[in-house]
């Protein structure tokens, strides 16, 4: 079982699990590297084993433990890693083509629903798509459908066929073949549904748009007139307010998966530091970008903000030029103030000896 898993700013992943192992996870998430816990039968200046694997390749002893930390990764990644020897039966959708390219509705045309705890869902014009706004509105949620991961040889190969073939017998024949072939390959193209999870406070631009439309039709929805003045509400710009926008702001393209493999394999670092050591040498020196642990997402967003989601709904997130106020941010009011007597540079050491919890 997990104890904690840490996705960093290259978006490799560290998880650190009871027992004292430690999986780590590429950037592009090809390959991975585990450090066995250390035997209490073995003498003391015993090394400890490791275990390096592709990660579509992954042994049946530590698939599953790559299978979760994969999940955690492409839940708040840029792009997904998906192989499909690691994707279950049950979630593959066999497709001829998806369109990565998506519409979003006018906000005169949007029909928003509202779930029952207060959540905002938008889709797409053609309904593939659907943004989840939080109740709080400081965190969304993107569902969409994505092609897995696949070799990035085809393409080059189709130009090396084209250069080669200029003038030369047969040429044609190898150029129609190869078309043949490409086509054929796009039949059996297998697609996943996937779910990503982001913070209002730091959006891709493929999800500003949309984000805009949801948040716009929450505060219509919800709050009165006299009310819309939440903290929330101040990132709400003019041009976000228009009722419409030009075709070219409601258009975007989907996230696409990365190549099943790496082409600089011999870039990837491993480094296991202990996180409760004592010096500070041997801290970590990644910027980190989500945590997770005991069921608590962390966030480090730009400027050395800290966003904290509990899980029930609300985030907390640090607040003020010395970050020793939270603004907690609950779903059934605007905003509200939370002091809290240590830095979160403080609640971060915290979390990594595993002896206190930030709230």
């Given at each position: 079982?997990?104890?904690?898993?840490?996705?960093?700013?290259?978006?490799?992943?560290?998880?650190r699990y009871g027992n004292g192992a430690q999986l780590q996870l590429s950037p592009c998430g090809c390959e991975f590297m585990l450090m066995k816990p250390t035997d209490p039968s073995e003498h003391p200046l015993q090394t400890r084993g490791r275990v390096r694997q592709r990660t579509r390749f992954a042994t049946s002893t530590y698939k599953e433990m790559i299978m979760t930390a994969?999940?955690?990764?492409?839940?708040?990644?840029?792009?997904?890693?998906?192989?499909?020897?690691?994707?279950?039966?049950?979630?593959?959708?066999?497709?001829?083509?998806?369109?990565?390219?998506?519409?979003?509705?006018?906000?005169?045309?949007?029909?928003?629903?509202?779930?029952?705890?207060?959540?905002?869902?938008?889709?797409?014009?053609?309904?593939?798509?659907?943004?989840?706004?939080?109740?709080?509105?400081?965190?969304?949620?993107?569902?969409?459908?994505?092609?897995?991961?696949?070799?990035?040889?085809?393409?080059?190969?189709?130009?090396?066929?084209?250069?080669?073939?200029?003038?030369?017998?047969?040429?044609?024949?190898?150029?129609?073949?190869?078309?043949?072939?490409?086509?054929?390959?796009?039949?059996?193209?297998?697609?996943?549904?996937?779910?990503?999870?982001?913070?209002?406070?730091?959006?891709?631009?493929?999800?500003?748009?949309?984000?805009?439309?949801?948040?716009?039709?929450?505060?219509?929805?919800?709050?009165?007139?006299?009310?819309?003045?939440?903290?929330?509400?101040?990132?709400?710009?003019?041009?976000?307010?228009?009722?419409?926008?030009?075709?070219?702001?409601?258009?975007?393209?989907?996230?696409?998966?990365?190549?099943?493999?790496?082409?600089?394999?011999?870039?990837?670092?491993?480094?296991?530091?202990?996180?409760?050591?004592?010096?500070?040498?041997?801290?970590?020196?990644?910027?980190?970008?989500?945590?997770?642990?005991?069921?608590?997402?962390?966030?480090?967003?730009?400027?050395?903000?800290?966003?904290?989601?509990?899980?029930?709904?609300?985030?907390?997130?640090?607040?003020?030029?010395?970050?020793?106020?939270?603004?907690?941010?609950?779903?059934?009011?605007?905003?509200?103030?939370?002091?809290?007597?240590?830095?979160?540079?403080?609640?971060?050491?915290?979390?990594?000896?595993?002896?206190?919890?930030?709230?």
């Amino acid at each position: 079982i997990s104890s904690f898993m840490v996705m960093y700013e290259n978006e490799s992943v560290d998880v650190r699990y009871g027992n004292g192992a430690q999986l780590q996870l590429s950037p592009c998430g090809c390959e991975f590297m585990l450090m066995k816990p250390t035997d209490p039968s073995e003498h003391p200046l015993q090394t400890r084993g490791r275990v390096r694997q592709r990660t579509r390749f992954a042994t049946s002893t530590y698939k599953e433990m790559i299978m979760t930390a994969l999940a955690f990764r492409n839940k708040y990644a840029s792009r997904p890693y998906l192989p499909e020897e690691l994707i279950p039966a049950g979630h593959k959708k066999p497709f001829f083509s998806i369109d990565s390219d998506v519409n979003w509705p006018e906000c005169s045309l949007c029909d928003a629903e509202f779930g029952p705890g207060g959540e905002t869902i938008i889709r797409s014009e053609d309904g593939r798509i659907v943004l989840t706004l939080s109740p709080s509105g400081e965190e969304f949620s993107v569902e969409f459908t994505c092609s897995l991961s696949h070799y990035q040889t085809q393409h080059h190969s189709m130009e090396a066929f084209s250069r080669d073939s200029e003038g030369g017998p047969g040429g044609q024949q190898q150029v129609s073949n190869l078309i043949c072939q490409t086509a054929g390959d796009k039949t059996k193209e297998v697609h996943q549904g996937m779910v990503q999870h982001h913070s209002c406070r730091s959006v891709a631009p493929i999800w500003c748009y949309p984000l805009s439309l949801a948040r716009h039709l929450q505060m219509a929805h919800f709050s009165k007139p006299e009310d819309v003045r939440g903290e929330g509400a101040r990132d709400i710009t003019p041009a976000h307010r228009e009722t419409n926008v030009s075709d070219v702001a409601r258009h975007s393209h989907l996230p696409q998966a990365l190549p099943l493999t790496c082409l600089s394999p011999h870039w990837h670092r491993w480094n296991f530091t202990d996180l409760r050591a004592k010096k500070e040498h041997d801290l970590p020196t990644e910027l980190v970008k989500v945590m997770w642990c005991q069921g608590v997402t962390y966030r480090i967003l730009s400027g050395g903000l800290i966003e904290v989601s509990p899980g029930d709904g609300s985030v907390i997130r640090s607040n003020g030029v010395l970050n020793t106020y939270f603004t907690h941010h609950k779903p059934e009011i605007l905003s509200g103030q939370l002091n809290v007597s240590i830095s979160p540079y403080n609640c971060l050491l915290c979390l990594k000896e595993h002896k206190k919890q930030l709230i």
